[in-house]
């Protein structure tokens, strides 16, 4: 186990390292990289066509949700996640095994697809798998002590995106494990382009950024869509929330939790008491584990 830990971390430190000190890993962009531009790119399309024209470019939080966005995509898989993904896999395994049930995958049927489909297929179900986790987040008063975190957001902006607390990370992932790796054996390491993807349309989601969709507001995700998901005020009809969708919108429309009654541009965000939510980094990270 040690063994495990220590070569994880090993693993962890020579990858950031890597992204960092070399800005171009062979011959594109590295993610680190990769993720400040994107930034900038849609920060200066809020700048430029604003959809709440009132709000300031540099938003209340913006420089928190900066920092939240650096440390869960890079700095908290350094300090602990990469030691706890391989321990938890290894332990899954194992737990597995002792049970009588198959330490590897249990269903295999995507090792005949062409290559498109394959990455089509993953995105799918990849992509329903983060809705069915979100919608817990809402229904589960102990995962909605966590996810609290990303709906204290009072002020729209890219990098909202990426302001959740630590364990959405180890919640996402364990279910990414056990439906993806384990019941499904789908293992796509070389997509790099698939994750940047879902990076800047979530940045786009949570943009502010007057972007028309049209039809496209019936397959993807959007602002317009995305703020009633963090409006204060839930209606009657989704007293737990609405518009769980990630990257797709279909699974919205699919399962009856759409909601846009209309244009939500200046509705109020957050959700009650808001205001006495606690405002740095370490407070927000502990208040989920106070006792209520």
Sequence with gaps: MWEIISEAYKNSFNY???IVLHPLRGGTISPFYFLILASLFIWGLEIIWPWREKQKIIRKDFWLDAFYMFFNYFMFNLIIFSALNNTTAFIFSNGMEAIGLPSGHLIDFMSGMPTWSRILVFFLIYDFMQW?????LHRIPFLWRFHRVHHSVQEMGFAAHLRYHFMENVVYTLAKFITLS?????????IGWLYALTTIIGHLNHANFKMPYGPLK???NSQRMHIWHHA???P????????FAISLSIWDYLFGTYYEPYDGRDIELGFQDVEKFPKGFIAQQIE???KR
């Design 16 to 18: 950031l390292t890597a």
């Design 132 to 136: 069915g986790v979100h919608n817990a």
């Design 182 to 190: 384990y019941l499904l054996n789908i293992s796509l390491p070389n």
């Design 218 to 220: 019936y397959i993807l």
């Design 232 to 234: 204060k005020k839930l």
């Design 236 to 243: 009657d009809e989704h007293p737990q929330g609405m518009n």
């Design 288 to 290: 989920a584990f106070r």
